[in-house]
């Protein structure tokens, strides 16, 4: 009889997205149950297309006590029930959440993977409430999961727990990347430009893209204020923007927004199911995040073959290797992000090696069964 894990994220987009197949693979060896928000119909198609059991419980992505204790509450019964061998949490709130659920139910092995510190923007009593909040997570934890040995220093040097409690699997990402699934052979000279044409992009344009959500805290702001600068410069280039707004959460600046949506230059294209051939018709991504954990779309970029303008925090500087697939930039450094930017617009198109080069660094560190089998690894460790 397998033994019962428990996946838990705040919203069932990171089930889907986050760990990406990576239910499936683990349900060839547990009994795999994952829990988030329902949000529609999300989670029973995460449910299906993983082939794992799924339960909905409503958790917020802010601070919202009452609720929040009720979340706990549902989670704590859940757990009493299903009796699981680990409980694995992923996201700030579902970690906190689950955790603490975890620990009260007496699951043996209660487990947390760190993607990211959005409480490192925080300032005053809500990086103090923030800070207590992730240390009772990290204790109720049995062991602690950074996704980038940066991200491991970060909470070392804040002393949110032990280090006996760190580990970093493999070489970093909480999923890794299929690389089979991100190939640029799979696309056709004539969709690129089928696709080009339909966005307005001519075929002369050099294309800078930008995947992940359009929020200040992933260097919007700056990204747009450079991109000015690069398109008075050069009429033949594009700002392609791929994701959504969180205006109740981290706006823009307005002045920011009017240019997105008010200059010819900027095709914003909102979320997509599907970003590999907006990839394909780009020449540079452009990732000038404040704080990541270990970015998927780093990743993905380089798996299609191309290099990155990022900024030099942690996970962003253990994927690129600055000169070889990419260049890495201060954060929130306007003037910094404007001259690399440029730079890349001066040397044009890329070339066959350099895709090449970037493609086979992903390839070489980050494949995706090479995570998946590290994981499974530390789960049966706990068997013995």
Same mark, same amino acid.
């Given at each position: ?21 990576q ?39 802010? /601070?919202?006590?009452?609720r929040d204790?009720? %979340?706990?509450w ?16 992923h996201t ?8 603490? %659920? ?23 009593n ?45 070489? #970093?990402?909480s999923n890794?990347?299929?690389t ?10 004539t969709?690129k430009e089928?696709?080009r044409?339909?966005? #307005? ?7 800078? *893209? ?19 600068r *690069? %398109? ?27 240019f ?6 900027v /095709? ?16 540079c ?15 993905? %970029? #380089?798996?299609m #073959? ?6 030099d925090?942690n996970?962003?500087?253990?994927i *690129?290797?600055?000169?070889?697939n990419?260049t890495l ?22 070339n066959?090696?350099?895709a ?6 992903i ?7 090479? *995570? ?13």
């Open positions: 009889m397998k033994k019962k894990l428990i996946r838990i994220t705040t919203a069932p987009g990171s089930l889907s997205t986050l760990l990406k197949g239910l499936k693979f683990m349900g060839d060896h547990y009994e795999v149950i994952g829990i988030s928000s329902s949000d529609g119909n999300l989670l029973k198609q995460v449910g299906e297309k993983e082939k794992i059991k799924v339960v909905p419980v409503e958790m917020t992505r802010k /601070i919202t006590p009452f204790l009720l %979340a706990t549902k989670l704590y019964r859940i757990l009493k029930r299903e009796k699981p061998f680990i409980v694995h949490t700030p709130k579902a970690g906190t959440l689950g955790m603490l %659920a975890a620990y009260l139910a007496r699951v043996p092995h209660r487990l947390h993977t760190i993607a990211g510190l959005p409480l490192l923007e925080a300032t005053g809500k990086r103090w409430l923030l800070d207590t909040v992730e240390k009772l997570t990290y204790r109720c934890a049995t062991k602690i999961y950074p996704n980038s040995f940066g991200l491991k220093d970060i909470i070392v040097h804040n002393k949110y727990t032990t280090t006996i409690k760190l580990k970093v699997i493999g070489n #970093g990402s890794g990347i299929d089979n699934h991100f190939d640029p052979s799979l696309y056709e000279q969709e089928k696709l044409k339909t966005l #307005g992009i001519e075929q002369s344009d050099f294309v800078y *893209i930008f995947v992940g959500r359009l929020v200040s805290d992933k260097g919007i702001n700056e990204l747009i204020e450079a991109f000015k *690069i %398109a008075s410069e050069f009429e033949n280039t594009k700002l392609l923007l791929v994701g959504y707004y969180e205006k109740d959460l981290d706006p823009l600046l307005p002045k920011t927004e009017s997105i949506n008010n200059s010819n230059q /095709i914003s294209v909102g979320l997509q199911s599907d970003v590999r051939p907006f990839f394909a018709i780009s020449n991504l452009v990732f000038p995040s404040y704080r990541e954990g270990f970015p998927n779309v780093v990743m993905q %970029a #380089g798996a #073959g191309l290099k990155s303008i990022a900024t925090i996970g962003c500087n253990e *690129i290797i600055d000169g070889a990419g930039i201060p954060p929130k450094d306007v003037k910094s992000l404007y001259q690399s930017m440029k730079q890349y617009r001066n040397l044009g198109q890329t066959k090696n350099v090449k080069v970037c493609r086979e660094l390839e070489k560190r980050y494949d995706q069964e090479f *995570i998946w089998n590290s994981i499974l690894k530390e789960y049966r460790s706990f068997e013995i």
